[in-house]
């Protein structure tokens, strides 16, 4: 019995089969890590900075109160955990006075707000405690190969 004649593969529109220009790394094909960056499960920590800001207004036009370092979290409040560990003004305190001549108790309390600046704007995340409670979700901006987070501290009294 003889073989069946020898004929080409069909290309369906390729211009051939074997040999081509991407051998098999088209986009898809081939893991890059800068695409798969999931900074909770690194084995190594990645350091972002936090601007503090005190005021209202444009970050870009600003200047940061203070800066802090610290590791590249999904949530917000090891972030801010840290910040009252040492800046405690950030932390709500309450205090009551008691004047010997008068028997008018008077309560200050500092309620911090708490802002994170996403999509050009400041996002309200509450007052410190809730923030730190909530623990939500922060976007941090790369920016020359550095993690950048801006958050604005203001305290509201009454």
Same mark, same amino acid.
């Given at each position: ?14 211009? /051939? ?7 098999? /790394? ?98 309200? /995340?509450? /007052? ?31």
């Amino acid at each position: 019995m003889a073989s069946p004649p020898h004929s080409p593969p069909c290309l369906h529109g390729a211009s /051939r089969t074997t040999g081509g220009l991407l051998r098999g /790394r088209a986009l898809g094909n081939v893991f890059n890590f800068g695409d798969h960056m999931n900074v909770d499960h690194q084995i190594s920590k990645v350091v972002g900075t936090v601007h503090i800001y005190t005021t209202h207004g444009d970050p870009e036009l600003l200047k940061p109160y203070m800066m802090l370092k610290h590791e590249v979290t999904n949530g917000i409040a090891p972030i801010l955990k840290k910040l009252g560990s040492s800046y405690s003004p950030v932390k709500s305190l309450f205090f009551k006075f008691l004047s010997p001549l008068s028997t008018l108790m008077l309560s200050l309390e500092q309620n911090q707000r708490v802002f994170v600046y996403e999509d050009n704007i400041w996002s309200v /995340r509450g /007052r410190y405690e809730a923030a730190i409670e909530e623990n939500e979700a922060v976007d941090w901006v790369v920016a020359n190969h550095q993690f950048n987070l801006k958050l604005l501290i203001v305290c509201f009294l009454h």
